[in-house]
């Protein structure tokens, strides 16, 4: 998961997208170093002490019931897209990106190709 996230951010910097994310760990010294050896480059809220798991204020506020859970939301801040991954993320944020004039610059081919995983 976190490749492709990666490549997303890569390939469309500079355009109206962002990823954000929100982590369950209870430890959050330990959350740091992941952030850090995973090489996250978006922002990414702690959801606080109350997990790990979907207890605690953002998982709670956004009715998440598991992770990862994915929202992705339109320029006007409607959740139009939830759970999507790999492929079907793509094409969200690209008729996203459309709707708003902005084209998506072509995958790259290793992105292409697949998500590895973490």
């Known amino acids: 998961m976190y490749p492709h996230e990666r490549s997303l951010v890569k390939r ?3 355009l109206p997208f962002a990823i954000l994310g929100v982590n369950s760990d ?7 170093k992941t952030l850090v050896d995973k090489n996250l480059t978006w922002r990414s809220w702690w959801n606080g002490p109350e997990g790990p798991g979907t207890k605690g204020g953002i998982a709670e506020q956004w009715n998440v019931k598991g992770w990862p859970t994915t ?3 339109d320029a006007k801040g ?5 759970n999507v991954r790999g492929e079907a993320l ?4 690209e008729t996203l990106l459309a709707e708003v004039g902005v084209k998506a610059p072509p995958k790259a081919a290793e992105e292409s190709e ?5």
Request: aromatic content about 8%.
């Open 12 to 14: 469309l910097a500079g």
């Open 114 to 118: 697949g998500d590895p995983g973490l």
């Open 78 to 82: 409607i959740i139009r897209y939830k």
């Open 26 to 32: 209870r430890d959050r010294e330990a959350l740091k």
């Open 71 to 73: 929202y992705v939301i």
């Open 90 to 93: 793509d094409t969200a944020i």
